[in-house]
């Protein structure tokens, strides 16, 4: 919510021409790197949320180039410290890099709800592309709307072509029910914006057969937590 305020605000500094437009940039780009440190598909985010700034504000960087090197420098700066931090500080310490499918829970939750809802449209060889990646047989089973942990459990670590492969079958389906996307991706992160939804930490132990058993904050805690968040 914060991220999304500050993103409106920036908008309304630059169409004004005011002075708190490079404070707010700043508090624009701290917020970005924790955004990617916190969630590693953050980066997604917050790279286009800055594309997107600097898009707005094209007329107003054309009155002198040096706006618009400080911008791209605020903006952009956040990204190249957090590839910094991924990709070589890391490795350095010999950290063991997380999984990937972190960064296609996305994906993951529409591809499962397109198996759910139209289960009749995917022919053979779709699910022998998809279980390259996901196991399709459990893919109806364990789709949680709201939650895609237990689908990034399952990712399988394909080869890259076999991922390009799935990855172009996830677009045709897209094109055939673009409507099952949106709603995927809104029960997934409607709950980060939504006033009142109480978002439950839920952390999950696989079992055999993907099976996980769900432990969640104790029920009695539940007035002082909301009363906590407001």
């Given at each position: 919510l914060i991220y999304?305020?500050?993103?409106?605000?920036?908008?309304?500094?630059?169409?004004?021409?005011?002075?708190?437009?490079?404070?707010?940039?700043?508090?624009?780009?701290?917020?970005?790197?924790?955004?990617?440190?916190?969630?590693?598909?953050g980066i997604y985010l917050a790279v286009p949320s800055a594309a997107g700034v600097l898009l707005f504000g094209k007329k107003f960087w054309k009155k002198g180039r040096k706006l618009l090197l400080k911008a791209v420098f605020l903006l952009f700066l956040p990204v190249g410290i957090f590839l910094a931090y991924q990709d070589w500080l890391l490795p350095k310490l010999g950290v063991v890099p997380g999984s990937i499918a972190m960064a296609f829970s996305i994906p993951f939750q529409q591809t499962a709800r397109y198996a759910r809802d139209y289960p009749e449209e995917v022919t053979e060889e779709e699910k022998a592309i998809i279980n390259?990646?996901?196991?399709?047989?459990?893919?109806?089973?364990?789709?949680?709307?709201?939650?895609?942990?237990p689908l990034t459990y399952m990712y399988r670590d394909p080869e890259k072509e076999e991922l390009a492969a799935y990855f172009q079958l996830w677009f045709r389906q897209f094109l055939r029910h673009p409507g099952v996307y949106?709603?995927?991706?809104?029960?997934?992160?409607?709950?980060?914006?939504?006033?009142?939804?109480?978002?439950?930490?839920?952390?999950?132990?696989?079992?055999?057969?993907?099976?996980?058993?769900?432990?969640?904050?104790?029920?009695?805690?539940?007035?002082?937590?909301?009363?906590?968040?407001?």
């Open positions: 999304v305020l500050l993103f409106l605000e920036i908008a309304k500094d630059i169409r004004e021409e005011k002075q708190e437009l490079w404070r707010h940039l700043t508090v624009f780009g701290g917020c970005s790197l924790l955004l990617m440190l916190l969630r590693v598909n390259e990646v996901l196991d399709y047989d459990y893919l109806a089973t364990l789709y949680n709307p709201n939650l895609s942990d949106v709603e995927a991706t809104m029960n997934n992160v409607y709950g980060m914006f939504y006033p009142g939804v109480d978002n439950t930490i839920i952390f999950f132990d696989l079992l055999e057969e993907y099976g996980y058993n769900n432990f969640e904050q104790p029920r009695a805690l539940a007035a002082y937590r909301q009363k906590m968040a407001g």
